[in-house]
């Protein structure tokens, strides 16, 4: 168990609607990171978020946005979702906002739109 | 420039035998970071690397720093079944991005 916790696990949705993904770091981490990993493909980073604030951007798409909470938790939001957008998110913390350094991973929100 | 070019894609191997696999790339990283991926789970962090030509040992893994800081390899030595997975190399760039590799898929056959 790494600590990190994503919800839901598993998440199905038709094409055009709008989904929230949860992630709780581990206890004491100031950054969270978003990953997308389509089937059978590797891990595009999305976002990087340290203390509630934005502190890095990957291939984020704009119909993807994401915040983090004074609690430290963060919330990825996928709108006017398309097929292509089906793939595993994972999210990742650590303590440093110098980068992902020891990053943990949670285990993942599973996304499937048809 | 700044993409992970992670070789070779995918390894097929006997028990017992010893692994390698790397990661290029033409862009300079502070942090070199290898991953496990077993299916269906979150990638686990195997090994970190912080320091130009740091050799780190995790068991019968080993992964270096490459001296350029734009490369990295691991080795798994005298591999067993429960290896098989997918291996993920990752960088930290100068302004905190991270990049992945695309991943290694290891197979192990008894």
């Known amino acids: 168990d790494s600590g990190v916790t994503q919800t839901p696990k598993h998440l199905i949705t038709a094409t055009g609607q709008r989904v929230t993904l949860r992630c709780s770091p581990r206890s004491g981490d100031l950054s969270v990171y978003w990953y997308q990993q389509s089937l059978d493909q590797g891990l595009q980073f999305l976002i990087q978020?340290?203390?509630?604030?934005?502190?890095a951007k990957g291939n984020i798409l704009e119909r993807f946005s994401a915040q983090q909470f004074p609690d430290l938790h963060s919330e990825l939001n996928l709108s006017s979702l398309e097929l292509g957008d089906s793939a595993l998110y994972f999210c990742?913390?650590?303590?440093?906002?110098?980068?992902?350094?020891?990053?943990?991973f949670g285990q993942g929100t599973r996304l499937t739109v048809v | 420039g700044q993409q992970l070019n992670q070789s070779p894609q995918s390894m097929f191997i006997q028990e017992g035998e010893d692994v390698s696999m790397n990661c290029t790339s033409s862009?300079?990283?502070?942090?070199w970071l290898w991953y496990k991926q077993d299916p269906g789970e979150g990638p686990v962090l195997l090994i970190a690397?912080?320091?130009?030509?740091e050799l780190t040992s995790n068991g019968r893994l080993t992964a270096q720093f490459g001296i350029t800081r734009k490369d990295s390899f691991l080795n798994i030595s005298a591999s067993i079944p429960s290896d098989v997975g997918i291996y993920f190399c990752a960088g930290q760039l100068r302004n905190n991005d991270m990049r992945f590799g695309a991943g290694t898929r290891l197979t192990v056959k008894p």
């Open positions: 978020y340290y203390n509630g604030e934005e502190r």
């Open positions: 690397l912080y320091k130009a030509g």
């Open positions: 862009s300079i990283f502070n942090t």
């Open positions: 990742a913390s650590s303590a440093s906002g110098t980068g992902a350094r020891e990053a943990f």
